[in-house]
């Protein structure tokens, strides 16, 4: 399963993301994570140790190994440079390792001369596009809002978007807008997970206001989860009620992509 998960900032995408992939993982199933938001918290999420986090460099500022990958000339842009780089083996050379986890950092493509059709986008489209389409592990994708990551290319291998939504107006428009960049990018089954419900009048906004999404489940607004960032902690490892009601979003999102072959 090939999972793309993305919402505005804020939502708790990135806590979904890592409960999701540690639930994956401990059914047994091989799970590479990847990060590719700019403000990287999913190592965290998942519950690797700070140590291990700090020593984190995120893919795209690998400069040297970029270069030698692309052929490309240190702060050039337009110039001369691959196409189709080995991409290979960057997977498990650079992923964070946990019993059957991996986690590779992407980072965030840098703008140059006013575009970037630059080495550093090429490759980070290009490792997505293999990482998607020929690895045969379950994938979690964390992504920002933007999609500015993919390609129809590398959409070819996702299997469904899930949008985090809060029950506010601005959080739901921000769905729909993905929603539609999904569905240009050709991705079909779009799903909607809400986050920080408090109440049934929290639940009945975002029913009553994303009728078009499927709704795989809804995660209540718990001060542990906030609790545990603090502290460093992984929701998977503190929060035995969030833990569960994810198993039933991921049980929900098996069989609404079963339903839908």
């Known amino acids: 399963m090939k999972i793309a998960i993305s919402g505005k900032g ?5 806590t979904l993301a890592g409960t999701l992939a540690r639930v994956i993982a401990a059914s047994g199933h091989k799970v590479l994570a990847i990060d590719a938001d700019p403000d990287a918290n999913l190592a965290s999420a998942i ?8 020593g984190i460099t995120p893919f795209a500022e690998m400069t040297d190994f970029i270069q030698e ?47 970037c059709y630059c080495p550093e986008s090429v490759i980070l489209k290009y490792l997505l596009r293999h990482i998607l389409l020929q690895r ?50 050709g991705v079909e089954q779009v799903y909607v997970v809400a986050n920080k419900i408090d109440n049934d009048e929290d639940r009945n906004f975002v029913t009553d206001n994303l ?3 499927k709704i795989l489940g809804f995660l209540d607004y718990d001060r542990e989860i906030v609790a545990a960032d ?25 069989a609404g992509l079963k339903s839908a072959e």
């Open 136 to 185: 045969d592990e379950s994938i979690i994708l964390d992504m920002e809002a933007g999609l500015e990551h993919l390609g129809r290319g590398a959409t070819r291998g996702i299997d469904a978007f899930i949008v985090v939504v809060e029950p506010g107006s601005r959080s739901l428009q921000t769905a729909r807008q993905i929603r539609k960049l999904a569905g240009d990018l």
């Open 47 to 54: 519950g690797f140790p700070q140590e291990a986090v700090a």
């Open 211 to 213: 009728k078009e999404f």
């Open 69 to 115: 990958r692309t052929g490309s000339q240190k702060g050039t842009y337009g110039g001369m440079f691959k196409l189709n780089p080995r991409v290979d083996d960057i997977p498990d050379r650079f992923s964070l390792n946990r019993e059957n986890l991996k986690l590779l950092v992407l980072g965030t493509i840098p703008e140059g001369g006013g575009g």
């Open 10 to 14: 804020g939502v708790g995408k990135t």
């Open 230 to 254: 603090r502290r460093d902690q992984a929701p998977f490892d503190v929060n035995p009620r969030m833990v569960e009601n994810v198993k039933t979003i991921y049980s929900n999102l098996r």
